[in-house]
């Protein structure tokens, strides 16, 4: 059993930053990455970040160069720091862990990131 934790979205204006964070508990001996999913009403889910704690690290295209995943102090938590947000990144965004040896990922209840002005 594994528990994932989201916080830290809200609503911003366009150009602003938040931080996302991401905690897992639980059986968490064999994690082997943490990383975030989104998805806005309508479109379909799209990967945002993943960080592979082997020491790879994903981006999606839409949010190079303006997003960064991070670990804590411990493997069990993420951050995922967003800059200069846009409208489209208004979404839900879910953390997820992956476990050694378990082919579904387990997810967190998601947090609401709204951009508008």
């Known amino acids: 059993q594994v528990q994932i934790v989201e916080s830290g979205g809200g609503l911003v204006q366009p150009g602003e930053s938040l931080r996302l964070s991401c905690a897992a508990s639980?059986?968490?001996?064999?994690?082997?990455?943490l990383g975030w999913y989104r998805q806005a009403p309508g479109t379909q889910r799209e990967l945002v970040a993943f960080f592979n704690f082997g020491g790879t690290i994903y981006y999606g295209d839409s949010v190079k160069g303006r997003f960064t995943i991070s670990r804590g102090n411990t493997k069990s938590t993420v951050y995922l720091q967003m800059n200069d947000l846009k409208p489209e990144d208004t979404a839900v965004y879910y953390c997820?862990?992956?476990?050694?040896?378990?082919?579904?990922?387990?997810w967190g209840q998601g947090t609401q990131v709204t951009v508008s002005s």
């Open positions: 639980g059986n968490i001996f064999a994690l082997n990455g």
């Open positions: 997820f862990a992956q476990i050694e040896g378990i082919q579904n990922d387990y």
